[in-house]
């Protein structure tokens, strides 16, 4: 009798966690939210994310630092401009950009009398950073501002209040440093996160001035520092010295945060309270330093990047003027190089903290725009890359948004 050798099952891959996962999501119109320092465009995307029309510009000479879609309502757009004869503001449209109107009261600080006690009187000099309220909070919005301000608008974005305490909060203060700190464009507040799971709990960031969080709907903040380096020479107890770039929580597993740093990228796991530096495994020629992060809305495990050469004098631009997103695809652990379709040198341009974004559809679309007025697409989660714009003002913020 012939002897016979019995085949080795296959092994099945480990599942992820079910927290890491959420489900595909349905056919969707992903429409791109472009902001620049000459004003605002609109990109309407077909079905298939393949051709995309324009309407813009709106507010042509305007700087717009953020334009966003509400989710709760599909269509109020809110914009933070700033204008040569209105100063720092915002717009609202309840049309899709048909029409706008100026804010009733824009975000400004509380007036300090001359010679008064305590931190002295600011003035903003521009709304940089706008998030939608949590979903259970219809017409709930949140402002950062430059210098670094947080504010609230109850109205859908008419008028604007200071939020919680920290604006005048003489520690607070302390953190954020002066307003010649040397960030460009100012010192901001930044990276607003309303948990969706508890409106209560908010997360912010400073640049400078480090991460807070509030379990307690904004009544009260803690730094969330540990683990963060700091540039060096400087000590990391001081939390004016911390300067995220940008802090994103993950749709599909809101206990886990991503930030690009300006000293690298880090991960923050919960309940645990200390960042743990996944950059490591970037290229040593490439650096881990950067300004956007983007989340997968389904899979905790990837995110992207776009570096920018961090060496000693920091000249803002692509290492070596060759341009490529990284993604991990196992929370940091590994990442790999997608340049497919970009330039292969001499592109000398980079990618602002918001002004890199991905939709919700299946496979996810990545867009990012440039510092020289590129607007780049990925219908495949960043495989391959086209140019869907040329020649606009340089881009200070790309957001994605699914149309009904």
Request: aromatic share 8%; hydrophobic share 35%.
């Amino acid at each position: 009798m012939a002897s016979t050798t019995a085949k080795p099952t296959a092994r099945k891959p480990p599942a992820r966690p079910a927290a890491s996962r959420a489900p595909r999501p349905a056919p969707i119109t992903v429409v791109l939210l472009v902001a620049t320092r000459k004003g605002a465009w609109l990109f309407h995307g077909d079905t298939r994310r393949k051709a995309w029309r324009v309407d813009g510009p709106h507010f042509l000479g305007h700087e717009i630092h953020h334009l966003q879609l509400d989710p709760r309502d599909g269509r109020t757009l809110l914009a933070a401009a700033k204008t040569g004869h209105l100063g720092p503001t915002i717009f609202r449209s309840t049309n899709l950009g048909r029409s706008w109107k100026e804010a009733v009261q824009p975000p400004a600080f509380a007036k300090v009398a001359e010679g008064a006690p305590g931190p002295a009187a600011r003035a903003v000099n521009h709304s940089f950073w706008l998030t939608p309220g949590h979903a259970s909070e219809r017409d709930t919005w949140y402002a950062g501002t430059s210098p670094q301000g947080l504010f609230r608008s109850t109205d859908g974005g008419v008028t604007w209040a200071p939020f919680s305490s920290i604006n005048d909060d003489p520690q607070y203060r302390e953190w954020m440093g002066t307003v010649q700190d040397g960030t460009p464009d100012g010192p901001k507040l930044h990276s607003i996160i309303v948990d969706p799971r508890d409106p209560a709990h908010l997360l912010f960031a400073m640049s400078g001035g480090g991460v807070h969080e509030s379990r307690d709907g904004g009544q009260t903040w803690s730094p969330l520092v540990k683990g963060l380096q700091v540039v060096e020479g400087f000590d990391p107890s001081t939390i004016t010295f911390h300067d995220p770039h940008c802090v994103r929580l993950c749709p599909s597993n809101p206990d886990r945060l991503y930030q690009q740093n300006h000293c690298g990228i880090y991960r923050l796991d919960r309940p645990g309270d200390t960042w743990q530096r996944i950059g490591g495994k970037m290229p040593k020629r490439v650096g881990d330093i950067g300004f956007p992060m983007v989340v997968h809305p389904r899979d905790d495990q990837v995110a992207w990047v776009f570096p920018m050469d961090g060496n000693s004098v920091w000249p803002r631009t692509s290492p070596q003027g060759r341009p490529a997103a990284y993604v991990t695809r196992n929370a940091g652990r590994t990442w790999q190089r997608q340049d497919s379709g970009l330039p292969a040198d001499q592109a000398w341009w980079t990618v602002k903290r918001q002004a890199m974004t991905a939709d919700a559809a299946d496979p996810v679309g990545v867009y990012f725009g440039t510092t020289s007025g590129e607007l780049w697409a990925s219908r495949d989660e960043g495989q391959r890359w086209s140019c869907i714009a040329r020649h606009l003002p340089a881009i200070y913020a790309v957001e994605a948004a699914a149309l009904g």
